[in-house]
């Protein structure tokens, strides 16, 4: 991998909420790449992305469903999101920060709830208790694990469920996971093919790896949420996703 494009790779890293909000108003910046993607990962992709959501979250297919999306950004998945909702009469929700929603141009049905979930958004929570039959909370999770609380945040989730709602925390990078593939041979030479070379990855075995997520947080939300009542499941990506040899989705149920 060449200086320019390694650096262009850093410049998605330890990104923050405030960091986001710069990246919104950022025109230099495509949709996806203020979103938080490289140009790979995301130009292209929304409709097999959005069909793997869709093989999970069902009643985002349903007229007249409610549908939330908390940390929904202004990429192309919210835009398609957002169409069809407008097909389908639906009652869409996005949350995000000002300055993303600001990027977003919406149908007049869909309502936009500027802030931090769930810090900002007391009033939506009371209000809305009970009410979703799906929630998507797309590529997001682990930025909340560096800057906020994972079962705040997922317990504010799990009050919005409808009985029979889905909630999806999908996209999730999981770094044991992805150790698991660079061991195997498939993903060394998927390494060497990623960057030029012909070094292997180096898998550092028993490693902690402060601010990034592993097998142990999310076995813990799917714990946190079974023993609040609800179903829950680690489920694998569509395996033509970009990332599914790293990244995996945790899908709850409300009974």
Same mark, same amino acid.
């Given at each position: ?6 650096? !262009? ?5 330890? %990104? =923050?909420?405030?960091?986001? $909000? ?5 025109? $230099? ?11 790979? !990962? ?18 985002? @297919? ?26 389908? +009469? /639906? ?13 977003? =141009? ?5 309502? @936009? ?14 209000? +809305? @208790? ?5 929630? %998507?909370? !797309?590529?997001?999770? /682990? ?39 660079? !061991? ?13 070379? =012909?070094? +292997? ?5 028993? /490693?902690?790896?402060? +601010?990034?997520? *592993? ?21 694998? /990506? ?10 995996? *989705? ?6």
């Amino acid at each position: 991998m060449n200086d320019e494009r390694l650096e !262009y790779h850093r410049s998605f890293a330890n %990104l =923050t909420f405030a960091d986001f $909000r710069l990246r919104a108003d950022d025109k $230099r910046l495509t949709p996806n790449e203020k979103v938080g993607f490289p140009r790979e !990962y995301r130009d292209g992709l929304t409709g097999l992305i959005f069909g793997d959501i869709l093989s999970k979250l069902p009643a985002i @297919k349903d007229p007249g469903s409610t549908v939330l999306d908390i940390g929904c950004g202004c990429g192309d998945l919210a835009h398609h999101l957002i169409q069809n909702a407008a097909q389908l +009469n /639906q009652h869409l929700a996005l949350i995000d920060s000002e300055e993303m929603l600001d990027a977003i =141009t919406a149908h007049d049905s869909v309502r @936009k709830f500027a802030g931090e979930f769930p810090s900002d958004c007391d009033a939506f929570i009371q209000t +809305n @208790k009970g009410q979703m039959q799906s929630i %998507l909370v !797309y590529s997001v999770i /682990q930025y909340v694990f560096i800057e906020g609380s994972l079962f705040s945040f997922l317990d504010a989730c799990l009050a919005l469920l409808a009985p029979g709602g889905r909630c999806l925390l999908g996209d999730i990078p999981n770094r044991s996971m992805r150790d698991r593939f660079f !061991y195997s041979e498939t993903g060394a030479r998927s390494h060497r093919e990623f960057t030029n070379s =012909t070094s +292997n990855p180096q898998i550092e075995p028993f /490693q902690l790896t402060p +601010n990034l997520l *592993d097998d142990s947080i999310v076995m813990a939300l799917v714990n946190r949420a079974r023993s609040a009542g609800f179903h829950a499941f680690i489920m694998p /990506q569509d395996p033509n996703l970009p990332m599914a040899n790293r990244r995996e *989705d945790i899908l709850i149920v409300r009974p």
